[in-house]
């Protein structure tokens, strides 16, 4: 057992956001010269994404990466990380995680693209560290940035273990790249590991030297940049001396780790003390912006933590953010994000790798509890930002922090303040060569649990409701709340409501709670949201909604219900058919949502029928591409056998089986229980049972083996 330093959790969460801010800072400039910037943008000391038209917080790979390849530590257990965890792990991690030209990775082509050439190359058996190593792939594609930008993870489930953070981070990037480009992961993941107990950055550098060869080709280039801004004292002077020296001209590629590591380098000797000056730095200099400014982002942040981000500018890095963030993995219940449920996972993961017991989930277990300093996970108003204003303060009655919102004096109009639990259309429209999977956080049947106080000194009672809005058929968001309640001044109550039916097929995209009070003109009335949470499977029958037919849709068919679902199967027919009419070319593909509070349940597909082929079923407890049960049909000789299926990376175990008699073009109900370990399928007549304990919550959907199916719906229902 180890002790972990001191404030650790904060410093994650400090860490984190780090990351996100920077990401999402030098994303709209990715891959511009200093040149560029500063004709086109001048100086960069704050968010630009308005000068784009584009929303602040969209899908990148440097994020996606970065938060869902460190779950291989969750997904291949070990007693002791420094003996057990392996780069196969990280690959298997990859191959459960990526779906393949459609999320996480710059799909840009096999021999351009490093990520996507090692990920052609697991998916063809090759496995790590062969896959991404120069005689494998070249010395200019293993060289490229990939392996340092998603190297984070790895060092903030490591605080202040620099050996282990060495020992993960080597693993991890040597399933894709080679030579200096895995030195330089291992020396960011190490300078970060030893930040949480170290602050000075010349001796975080030292250390993250000792972890890189002496014969490395990272030595020379950071031993001349040390010098250059001891003799320069100017940082763009020392940026055109690297440009002029180690610039892109002098490397093969699309973007060569050594240019953006130096500047790098650069940017935290020059400013590792002061937030907003690193930022300034790292993303005026250009190059690969979103990638550099993450991973110094995420540096900074741990050197400075959560005050850090405060200077005497008083710029708001947080507030924009809100802490929300998008991941696009096979894992849809994981993709609407924000950085408090990132650092707690990243602190448990900590606690595993050091033998000490998980954190306790704050205020019972709730997902949204604002128990980090500053935090708000994602809540804002929906009305004019002037109708209402939200802050992180301590009731004084309740020992741990929670939103205040105070409407303004003048307001009497209902407001709205909530969070994001879906994919929001403006996400959409920002083109990427990867997409956004997301399933939606809240589904009917589900219980909602939101805690509220009135402090004693208001003046008068406030109104106050659980509201959720949801995709309509129309895609047009409509809302949907509990029954109101009134809070006296002095008042703390709980609002149960049980999500209805009538939201099946319209995702819901936003939580929180409505609010309704007179007119206040001394403007003294506050709301505590104290926390909300869910609890509970969801039951419901899926089934795409009925065509549009409003003037100007054409009958086109709603949209959003359609971005709910996970897939990695090649045909998905929208605009005919049954509710499901799906297609896949070779091998193995799944169409899939939910999340993983999904527990004990069943998945019922009414109306199933094979078109053509075998190996086709309903599946449970998914939780990436190659973790799942299934029920599934197949042939065996003249007879058709029934069979409850555990897959594991690339082993599929049969756990029960039965005959089963079926044929093509005849409409069947197939369907999985799941309760604790015990699994049931069940196929017209025919019950096979089964029993596995390693999956314990995770989606529901369909898996095809080459060929076809459809299905009328998929009912969910708890168990």
Not at 86 to 105: A, H, K, M, P, Y
Not at 185 to 203: I, P, R, S, T
Not at 319 to 343: E, F, K
Not at 522 to 539: D, F, Q, W
Request: net charge negative; charged share 20%.
């Amino acid at each position: 057992m180890t002790a972990l330093p001191h404030k650790y959790l904060e410093t994650i969460y400090a860490g984190v956001l780090g990351k996100l801010i920077g990401v999402y800072l030098g994303r709209p400039f990715e891959n511009w010269t200093y040149q560029e910037i500063q004709a086109r943008l001048g100086p960069i000391h704050h968010y630009v994404h308005d000068r784009f038209e584009v929303p602040l917080v969209v899908i990148d790979d440097d994020i996606s990466g970065t938060f869902a390849f460190v779950r291989a530590l969750e997904e291949h257990p070990f007693e002791d990380a420094a003996k057990d965890f392996s780069c196969e792990n990280v690959g298997s991690t990859w191959l459960n995680q990526v779906i393949d030209n459609r999320t996480v990775f710059w799909w840009g082509g096999h021999g351009i693209s490093t990520e996507h050439t090692v990920f052609n190359n697991l998916k063809r058996g090759i496995k790590p560290p062969v896959s991404g190593s120069m005689g494998t792939n070249g010395r200019t594609l293993a060289e490229q940035i990939g392996a340092q930008i998603f190297i984070d993870g790895w060092a903030m489930v490591c605080p202040g273990n620099a050996g282990l953070a060495a020992h993960l981070a080597w693993e991890a990037a040597r399933v894709s790249h080679d030579g200096v480009a895995v030195d330089a992961a291992v020396l960011w993941a190490v300078m970060e590991a030893e930040a949480f107990v170290e602050k000075d950055v010349d001796k975080l550098l030292d250390k993250g030297l000792e972890y890189v060869g002496t014969e490395s080709g990272l030595r020379k280039p950071i031993e001349d940049v040390r010098v250059w801004v001891q003799e320069d004292g100017d940082w763009e002077t020392t940026r055109q001396r690297i440009e002029d020296t180690y610039g892109y001209d002098k490397y093969g590629g699309i973007c060569h780790m050594i240019p953006n590591h130096l500047i790098m380098v650069m940017a935290v000797l020059y400013a590792g003390h002061d937030f907003s000056q690193a930022m300034h730095i790292i993303n005026t200099a250009g190059w690969d912006t979103d990638c550099n400014s993450g991973n110094v982002g995420c540096l900074v942040g741990i050197i400075n933590g959560l005050g850090g981000f405060e200077n005497e500018k008083a710029l708001d890095w947080r507030g924009p953010l809100a802490d929300r963030a998008l991941i696009s993995t096979a894992d849809g219940g994981y993709s609407i994000n924000d950085a408090v449920r990132i650092t707690y996972d990243l602190a448990n993961t900590a606690h595993k790798i050091a033998g000490l017991t998980p954190l306790s989930a704050p205020k019972d277990g709730a997902q949204w509890h604002f128990s980090l300093p500053g935090s708000v996970q994602g809540f804002q108003c929906t009305s004019p930002t002037s109708s209402v204003q939200i802050e992180q303060t301590l009731d004084a009655r309740t020992p741990a922090l929670g939103l205040t919102l105070q409407p303004s004096s003048t307001n009497q109009e209902e407001i709205e303040v909530l969070t994001q639990t879906f994919t929001p259309r403006d996400a959409l429209a920002v083109k990427r060569d990867y997409e956004l999977m997301a399933c939606p956080l809240l589904s009917p049947g589900q219980t909602l649990f939101a805690v509220l106080s009135s402090p004693a000194t208001n003046t008068t009672p406030i109104t106050a409701a659980i509201r959720l809005k949801a995709y309509d058929f129309d895609d047009a968001l409509v809302p949907a709340s509990s029954p109101y309640t009134t809070l006296a001044p002095g008042q703390k109550k709980s609002i149960a409501w049980t999500i209805p039916a009538a939201l099946a097929n319209k995702p819901i995209q936003q939580l929180g709670v409505a609010l309704d009070q007179p007119a206040n003109p001394e403007g003294t009335n506050k709301v505590y949201l104290h926390s909300i949470r869910h609890s509970g499977t969801p039951a419901m029958t899926l089934s795409r909604p009925p065509l549009s037919t409003g003037p100007g849709l054409s009958s086109v068919p709603e949209t959003m219900w359609t971005y709910q679902w996970v897939s990695s199967i090649d045909k998905v027919h929208t605009k005919f058919g049954p509710s499901f009419f799906l297609a896949q070319d070779a091998g193995e593909g799944l169409y899939y949502t939910g999340t993983r509070d999904w527990a004990d349940y069943s998945a019922s597909a009414g109306g199933w029928m094979v078109n053509m082929g075998e190996g086709h079923g309903v599946v449970v407890r998914v939780q990436g591409l190659r973790r799942w049960y299934g029920a599934m049909v197949r042939k065996e000789g003249e007879k058709g056998v029934l069979e409850v299926v555990k897959a594991r990376d690339a082993e599929r175990t049969v756990l029960g089986l039965g005959e089963a008699e079926w044929g093509l073009d005849v409409k069947y109900e197939i369907a999985v229980e799941v309760k604790g370990s015990k699994i049931s399928a069940t196929f017209g007549d025919v019950r096979v049972e089964a029993e596995d304990g390693e999956y314990r919550g995770g989606a529901a959907g369909f898996v095809l083996g080459a060929g076809s199916i459809c299905a009328d719906s998929l009912r969910i229902a708890p168990m």
